[in-house]
């Protein structure tokens, strides 16, 4: 009985695939949104007033009784002249409305008019998004056939010593390929058709502090974040299921129908998981791998799973 050396999940099979999505996120959902929210720059019309400058772009609004935002010592001396009173705990100042300027009253109403514009414009572009256009299966194709090509690099190194077909053909990695980046087209596209329902209710509900493009702009950033910690699980979880796969057919083709399974040692190590290292299995009867719901998996095939084969040949 002898042991091949495993083939593990490395950083560059899925980080092509994880590029690949964040992409095709941008160019479908996150461009068209930042355009539709640009705003050119200009001068707040001309006014000595440092407090009407402030309301006019933004930085302070006026709401319940309140003014609330960025205070610089100019703006703060106008509010106390104003006869405002500083609210240290709510960082605001307080003002009765029938003691605001008319003028200040005018510049948060061009500021809310302005900003109604900004939400109408993402609300339109959010609309007007096709899931359909998210189907890039073709893209996503290229690069799985990219990532199964780096696999079996490493798998030839680690069978020098057998006689094998040199290199898998383009039909083998077809069939491989096919089935792995459709499922991850229709995650995209259900989690973007998610994401834009999401979004619409956050910009319908005018959850934002204060009226700024840059509020928006915040909010489409942190969505971006979310969605890229998002692409790395999507990539990593589907190219792992590939790899497995890949492993499977490969090493019947040296000859292997047994695997040993080996955890990563990491303290996540799921229990179920971790009982099951050392011991025997055949490629075609997986062990079970989460007793509560009798779930069966090789290594690398369950949710985030990190354990690996080691394949034998008797």
């Given at each position: 009985m002898k042991q091949l050396a495993p083939l593990r999940l490395k950083p560059k099979y899925f980080e092509i695939i994880r590029r690949e999505i964040l992409e095709i996120l941008k160019e479908i959902l996150y461009r068209p949104m930042l355009r539709a929210i640009k705003v050119n720059d200009r001068e707040i019309l001309n006014s000595k007033s440092a407090l009407y400058r402030a309301v006019a772009d933004g930085r302070v609004w006026y709401a319940d009784g309140r003014f609330q935002g960025k205070f610089g010592s100019s703006i703060s001396k106008e509010l106390r002249d104003l006869g405002a009173l500083w609210n240290a705990k709510s960082k605001s100042w307080s003002l009765p409305a029938a003691s605001v300027?008319?003028?200040?009253?005018?510049?948060?109403?061009?500021?809310?008019?302005?900003?109604?514009?900004?939400?109408?414009?993402?609300?339109?572009?959010?609309?007007?998004?096709?899931?359909?256009?998210?189907?890039?299966?073709?893209?996503?194709?290229?690069?799985?056939t990219k990532s199964i090509e780096w696999m079996d690099d490493d798998f030839q190194k680690t069978v020098e010593f057998i006689s094998i077909e040199a290199k898998l053909n383009d039909e083998q990695k077809r069939l491989i390929v096919d089935e792995y980046s459709e499922n991850l087209e229709k995650y995209i596209k259900n989690w973007t058709e998610e994401d834009i329902f999401e979004l619409r209710q956050k910009v319908q509900g005018n959850s934002f502090i204060g009226q700024r493009a840059e509020n928006l702009v915040k909010m489409i950033q942190k969505d971006y974040g979310v969605a890229e910690n998002k692409a790395r699980f999507l990539?990593?979880?589907?190219?792992?299921?590939?790899?497995?796969?890949?492993?499977?057919?490969?090493?019947?083709?040296?000859?292997?129908?047994?695997?040993?399974?080996?955890?990563?040692?990491?303290?996540?190590?799921?229990?179920?998981?971790?009982?099951?290292?050392?011991k025997i299995f055949s490629w075609d009867s997986p062990p079970v791998t989460n007793k509560s719901t009798g779930a069966k998996n090789h290594p690398g095939e369950d949710y985030g799973c990190e354990c690996v084969a080691i394949p034998i040949i008797d």
């Amino acid at each position: 009985m002898k042991q091949l050396a495993p083939l593990r999940l490395k950083p560059k099979y899925f980080e092509i695939i994880r590029r690949e999505i964040l992409e095709i996120l941008k160019e479908i959902l996150y461009r068209p949104m930042l355009r539709a929210i640009k705003v050119n720059d200009r001068e707040i019309l001309n006014s000595k007033s440092a407090l009407y400058r402030a309301v006019a772009d933004g930085r302070v609004w006026y709401a319940d009784g309140r003014f609330q935002g960025k205070f610089g010592s100019s703006i703060s001396k106008e509010l106390r002249d104003l006869g405002a009173l500083w609210n240290a705990k709510s960082k605001s100042w307080s003002l009765p409305a029938a003691s605001v300027p008319a003028q200040i009253r005018m510049a948060q109403a061009a500021a809310s008019l302005l900003y109604d514009e900004l939400r109408k414009s993402l609300l339109h572009t959010l609309d007007d998004i096709k899931i359909d256009s998210v189907a890039q299966v073709n893209r996503l194709k290229d690069k799985y056939t990219k990532s199964i090509e780096w696999m079996d690099d490493d798998f030839q190194k680690t069978v020098e010593f057998i006689s094998i077909e040199a290199k898998l053909n383009d039909e083998q990695k077809r069939l491989i390929v096919d089935e792995y980046s459709e499922n991850l087209e229709k995650y995209i596209k259900n989690w973007t058709e998610e994401d834009i329902f999401e979004l619409r209710q956050k910009v319908q509900g005018n959850s934002f502090i204060g009226q700024r493009a840059e509020n928006l702009v915040k909010m489409i950033q942190k969505d971006y974040g979310v969605a890229e910690n998002k692409a790395r699980f999507l990539a990593r979880q589907e190219t792992s299921l590939m790899m497995s796969k890949f492993k499977e057919s490969r090493y019947r083709d040296v000859g292997s129908t047994r695997y040993k399974w080996s955890t990563s040692g990491s303290p996540r190590v799921r229990d179920d998981h971790a009982k099951l290292n050392g011991k025997i299995f055949s490629w075609d009867s997986p062990p079970v791998t989460n007793k509560s719901t009798g779930a069966k998996n090789h290594p690398g095939e369950d949710y985030g799973c990190e354990c690996v084969a080691i394949p034998i040949i008797d």
